[in-house]
Nanobody, 127 residues
Framework: EVQLVESGGGLVQAGGSLRLSCATS????????IGWFRQAPGKEREGVGC????????YYVDSVKGRFTISSDKEKKSVYLHMNSLKPEDTAVYYC????????????????????WGQGTQVTVSA
């Protein structure tokens, strides 16, 4: 059974940092790109970034470039989202997911291109 489990969310002040974890099981971790998405109340789910385990490359949306970093630990089959200089607008439920259709380099991150999803972890950034 494919599983992705996020953890590490919480309440942090603006300017602070958090590290989210995505623990995976049930599939060949090294073969997959893992993405991070977020969804704020009343808004659509939006992509944050992703990491390709086959080649180690990363991709970020403009709003988080320079602040967020994604890393992968193949031994632990886990992906991490390191978030720095957090802003109140980063407040959302954060999800990780495994990529099914690779088109993000051309058209950006789309939730529909990702298959299995975790349950999400809440991040709240206070002003």
């Amino acid at each position: 059974e494919v599983q992705l489990v996020e953890s590490g969310g919480g309440l942090v002040q603006a300017g602070g940092s958090l590290r989210l974890s995505c623990a995976t099981s049930g599939f060949t971790f090294d073969d997959y790109t893992i993405g991070w998405f977020r969804q704020a109340p009343g808004k659509e789910r939006e992509g944050v970034g992703c990491i390709s385990n086959p080649d180690g490359s990363t991709y970020y949306v403009d709003s988080v470039k320079g602040r967020f970093t994604i890393s992968s630990d193949k031994e632990k089959k886990s992906v991490y989202l390191h978030m720095n200089s957090l802003k109140p607008e980063d407040t959302a439920v954060y999800y990780c997911a495994s990529l099914l259709f690779e088109a993000y380099r051309e058209i950006g991150l789309r939730a529909a291109d990702f298959g299995s999803w975790g349950q999400g972890t809440q991040v709240t950034v206070s002003a």
